[in-house]
């Protein structure tokens, strides 16, 4: 699988971005996407997750009830819709695919976000 994220960019705390990934290459409904992230100087945490139908999301603590993760399984798409956005919300966001057996994952190439005080 090939993903491909967009969507970030220089926003001001409080406003809301939409980051996609597109899939390509495999079947999109095989796997569960994620969304991490990576702020300067730290590790790559998870940030959300959906199944492969979309029905089932999971959320860091530390955005929920901030971002929504979905999906376009027609478009092979999945989106973070990040609001009340905060500047420790700064960091590259990569999405990832992997199959429920885990015997495949893919990462996409990430996109940074920039949150400013």
């Known amino acids: 699988v090939q993903l491909q994220a967009s969507g970030g960019g220089l926003e001001q705390a409080g406003g809301s971005l939409r980051l996609s990934c597109l899939a390509s290459?495999?079947?999109?409904?095989?796997?569960?996407m994620n969304w991490f992230r990576q702020a300067p100087g730290k590790e790559r945490v998870f940030v959300a997750g959906?199944?492969?139908?979309?029905?089932?999301?999971l959320y860091a603590d530390s955005v929920k009830g901030r971002f929504t993760i979905s999906r376009d399984n027609a478009k092979n798409t999945v989106y973070l819709q990040m609001g009340s956005l905060k500047p420790e919300d700064t960091a590259i966001y990569y999405c990832?695919?992997?199959?429920?057996?885990?015997?495949?994952?893919?990462w996409g190439q990430g996109t940074l976000v920039t949150v400013s005080s």
């Open positions: 959906i199944s492969r139908t979309g029905r089932s999301t």
């Open positions: 290459g495999r079947t999109f409904t095989n796997y569960a």
């Open positions: 990832a695919a992997k199959t429920v057996s885990g015997d495949e994952e893919y």
